[in-house]
């Protein structure tokens, strides 16, 4: 599984941060989303994956199955 | 109470009834707090005009909200000082008696004061502190877990997020009780009261402390660069200058009073909901997957924070309404949180609701800078009240919410009982409140963290 995070559409509201803190953290520069690290999601945080895509206001997050 | 159309000189204003210091409110709240009640009008005015305090719009909408607080150019949080209005306007309806911190600027003044403090509070540095957070859990619940019974409000609630609040910050802890209790108790009193004179006697006590703490501050300047809060404020430049003694005030008063009772209403609303729906409370405490949503949730339908205001930079239409230059507008966050447009089922409790996209934190630029520190405190505590208090009850007769819910709703007091439990020991003592040598650690890892922040956005720029 891949994720992304559209910056331009991120607006901080930080819902991504409550559902897969080990995979996006807001960073304090931009107060914007970022990735932990990379794209790919390990299988055991693809079920955070999918609930921060879904959570997110802004739908700034898409996931995709490989 | 329905809607109206005015004819005014200008324009045609939608106009009903509405007063978010109206004493009334509290008698109207049922089980699902003030926003329910402020929004009520809200499918024929999710965007209207009160004559209320001298005039004002309110934004109970989602929708019309979001517009507003994400247009920080066009919606200011800053005071205006004009011959004809002295000190006016910011983010309260009427005025608040003195700058609420680097909330009422805006533009690059705040954003600067925003951005040296960010790093601080950001989730990775946040996350050292979460030792800290157990440690004082455990130290309040141990006062009173062999009791069986305390005030979840004053023996818990209160002073968790005030003693970390200061650890923060860096400011000594001897002093968290009337600091606390300053916090608390303006909030819990109405104007003109016996009551209201003793909270404004503690409030004066504890500016008059914080002067000292940053004369003595000042004095005394860190060697490697800060160590906490208040060392940023004090001595860290900030857009090419340090600040003054007074804006370091008003900035730490905003850091305590944005951090200390918003917290501590929250949790009070979430522990009183769940102690008059056990079933509700059994099921959290035997699935602890659903702590993440049932947390966003409470923020949701209990917004601490019920409102802010901003004031129109320009004329400007907001929907089919058209804003005049300098009318205020009242963001009323804990209306928005139940727009059905946005919430299915927006008067249920849903513990596992997601998305929820509430409004709690606010919207935009001046976002709750502490928001990572709120979420790790409501959830150790909510998650040590259940583990250790598990069969905890309410008796609703007792329970007394605040006599103004116009900025926070909240308690005066939440009596609870629960099957006495064993204390678990900690290094925090409340009587004493010495530093911990955990509060230690957690602080200078966090210094390193924030260095590290401060150190990625220097090379950024």
Known sequence: MRIEIDEDLCAGHTMCVVAAHDLIEISPETERAVLRCGKDVPPELEDAALMAAAGCPEQAIKVSKD | ?461
């Open chain 2, 1 to 461: 109470m329905t809607g109206t159309e005015e004819k005014t000189d200008t324009t045609t204003r939608r106009t009903a009834e509405f007063d978010h210091h109206s004493p009334d409110l509290k008698n109207q709240v049922g089980d699902l707090g003030v926003g329910p009640i402020l929004g009520k009008e809200r499918a024929s005015c999710p965007f209207g005009w009160t004559e209320a305090h001298g005039g004002y719009w309110f934004a109970t909408g989602y929708k019309e909200l979001k517009r507003v607080a994400t247009d920080d150019r066009t919606f200011t949080s800053g005071r205006r000082t004009t011959v004809e209005e002295l000190d006016s306007n910011g983010v309260g309806i009427p005025t608040l008696p003195a700058q609420f911190g680097f909330l009422e600027m805006d533009g690059q003044d705040h954003q600067v004061v925003r951005r040296a403090l960010m790093p601080w509070l950001a989730s990775e540095a946040v996350a050292r502190w979460r030792p800290v957070i157990k440690d004082l859990t455990n130290a309040f619940l141990d006062e009173v877990i062999e009791k069986g019974e305390c005030d979840f409000l004053e023996d818990i609630a209160s002073p968790i997020p005030a003693v970390l609040t200061m650890m923060l910050m860096g400011a000594p802890l001897r002093k968290w009780k009337p600091w606390a209790e300053a916090q608390h108790q303006q909030m819990a009193t109405l104007p003109d009261t016996p009551e209201r004179a003793r909270a404004e006697q503690l409030v004066g006590e504890h500016v008059q402390d914080l002067i000292e703490m940053i004369a003595e501050r000042r004095a005394t300047p860190p060697e490697n660069g800060p160590r906490d809060l208040l060392d940023v404020l004090c001595h860290q430049e900030i857009d090419g200058r340090l600040l003054s003694d007074n804006e370091i005030l008003i900035h730490c008063i905003l850091l305590i009073g944005g951090g200390v009772d918003t917290t501590t209403s929250l949790m009070g609303s979430a522990v009183r909901w769940l102690a008059q729906h056990p079933e509700k409370r059994d099921e959290l405490r035997d699935d602890p997957n659903l702590m993440k949503t049932a947390i966003e949730e409470f923020l949701r339908v209990f917004a601490p924070v019920t409102g802010l205001a901003r004031t129109a930079a320009c004329p400007v239409q907001v929907g089919d309404q058209q804003v005049a230059e300098g009318d205020r507008i009242y963001l009323a966050y804990a209306a928005a949180n139940f727009d059905p447009e946005v919430f299915d089922d927006a008067e249920t409790v849903k513990l596992d609701r997601w998305p929820n996209k509430h409004t709690t934190f606010g919207l935009g630029k001046h976002r709750c800078i502490g928001l990572h520190v709120a979420r790790e405190v409501i959830n150790t505590v909510l998650t040590e009240v259940l583990t250790r208090m598990p069969d905890f009850t309410m008796d609703a007769d007792a329970i007394e919410m605040y006599p103004d819910l116009a900025v926070n709703q909240g308690w005066v007091t939440l009596p609870i009982k629960f099957t006495p439990g064993p204390r678990v020991g900690s290094e925090f003592k409340p009587a004493d409140a010495a530093q911990t040598k955990v509060s230690e650690v957690a602080a200078a890892e966090a210094t390193h963290v924030a260095a590290e922040i401060e150190h990625r956005t220097d090379e950024a720029l």
